[in-house]
C-alpha cells in the first residue's frame, strides 16, 4: 500500500536554528507532492508543492523543498527558524493517477524563543 | 466566503446516535475531499467529490458511512449509530480540480466526540 513516512514526531529547536524535516514515501510512479502547516487553532494550510520541474521549490515563509527521486524523498528546509513557525507539518503525496491525498502522520514543530 | 466553512465546529454525541457534518466549500471548486483525522495521525482520505456525484468513495470506512453533494456545492457527511471509534476530526476540502489545480484549501474541521 502507498505510504508517507515523517521521521520525526517531535521537534524543538531554538529560534535562528536552521530546520529539515524528513518525508519518505512509497510509490513508484509519478507524484505530485505537498508540505501543509497547521499553525495552532488553525486549519490546514499549503506550504508548497511540487508537480514537476525543478525539484527544489520554494513556498511561503522562506520555506523549501526538494524533490529526490531516487530517494522517494521531499525534505522540507529553513534555514533558520522564527518562534511564529510553532506548528505541526504534514507531508503529502499525491499519485499522479489519483486525487487522493496520502498524508504523513505529521511533525511538531516547537521553537523556543 | 473566502474560505473553506465547516459547522458545526464540535459535536458531541452518544453511542447510538445519527449526526450530520456540513461542509460549505469555496465558491466555484469542483472538487470537494472529505478526511479524517485521529489523534496523533495524518488525515485519511474518506470520499472525493467532482461535482455532484461521489467519483470515489473507497475510503469511507464501513457502511454507516454516507455523504452527499446534492447540488455541487455544499456536502454532509453523515454517520449512523455512531460509535466511540468514530471520535477524530473530520476535515473537508475543496480545490479548483484536478491536476496542477489539485491544492487544496481545507476548513477547521468539525472536531466529533462520541461519548
Known amino acids: 500500500a502507498q505510504s508517507v513516512s515523517q521521521h520525526n514526531h517531535h521537534v524543538i529547536l531554538s529560534e535562528a536554528a536552521s530546520l529539515e524535516l524528513g518525508c519518505n514515501y512509497s510509490?513508484?510512479?509519478?507524484?505530485?507532492l505537498f508540505w501543509y502547516v497547521q499553525y495552532p487553532g488553525q486549519h490546514l494550510q499549503l506550504l508548497l508543492k511540487?508537480?514537476?520541474?525543478d525539484p527544489l521549490v520554494k513556498g511561503i515563509k522562506g520555506f523549501e523543498a526538494e524533490f529526490i527521486k531516487s530517494k522517494f524523498s521531499f525534505n522540507l528546509r529553513k534555514p533558520s527558524v522564527q518562534w511564529s513557525d510553532t506548528a505541526e507539518y504534514f507531508c503529502?503525496?499525491?499519485?499522479?493517477?489519483?486525487?487522493?491525498?496520502?498524508w504523513g502522520a505529521g511533525t511538531k514543530l516547537i521553537i523556543k524563543p | 466566503g473566502a474560505g473553506v466553512s465547516q459547522t458545526p465546529s464540535n459535536k458531541v454525541t452518544e453511542k447510538g446516535k445519527y449526526v450530520e457534518l456540513r461542509c460549505d466549500p469555496i465558491?466555484?471548486?469542483?472538487?470537494l475531499y472529505w478526511y479524517r483525522q485521529s489523534l496523533g495521525q495524518g488525515p485519511e482520505f474518506l470520499i472525493y467529490?467532482?461535482?455532484?456525484?461521489?467519483?470515489?468513495d473507497s475510503g469511507l470506512p464501513n457502511d454507516r458511512f454516507f455523504a452527499v453533494r446534492p447540488e455541487g456545492s455544499v456536502s454532509t457527511l453523515k454517520i449512523q449509530r455512531t460509535e466511540r471509534g468514530d471520535s477524530a476530526v473530520y476535515l473537508c476540502?475543496?480545490?479548483?480540480?484536478?491536476?496542477?489545480?489539485?491544492?487544496?484549501?481545507f476548513g477547521q474541521g468539525t472536531r466529533l466526540t462520541v461519548v
Open positions: 476540502a475543496s480545490s479548483l480540480g484536478q491536476g496542477e489545480d489539485t491544492e487544496a484549501f
Open positions: 465558491s466555484g471548486h469542483t472538487a
Open positions: 510509490y513508484g510512479g509519478t507524484v505530485n
Open positions: 467529490f467532482q461535482g455532484t456525484g461521489a467519483a470515489d
Open positions: 503529502a503525496v499525491n499519485p499522479a493517477s489519483n486525487y487522493q491525498l496520502i
Open positions: 511540487y508537480f514537476s520541474g
